[in-house]
């Protein structure tokens, strides 16, 4: 079981690094942050094709996992 003091540490560590991840992107040219955030996402639409996994088993391992964000 998850502590309260825990969650809310975990919430304060969230915040900071997006209050710096948006200072980053105002203080960086638009070709390097936008640069890298393509090449995040391309890792990520890689990542998803070779993850071999059907509708089904996708469904059941969530359900399982009890995913929050459903």
Known sequence: ???KFEREENLKE???FIHRYAKWVKDTPNEVWSRQQAELIDSFMLNARNFNISRKKYL????VTGDRDA
């Open 1 to 3: 079981m998850e502590l």
């Open 14 to 16: 969230r915040l900071k």
């Open 60 to 63: 059941e391992m969530k359900s």
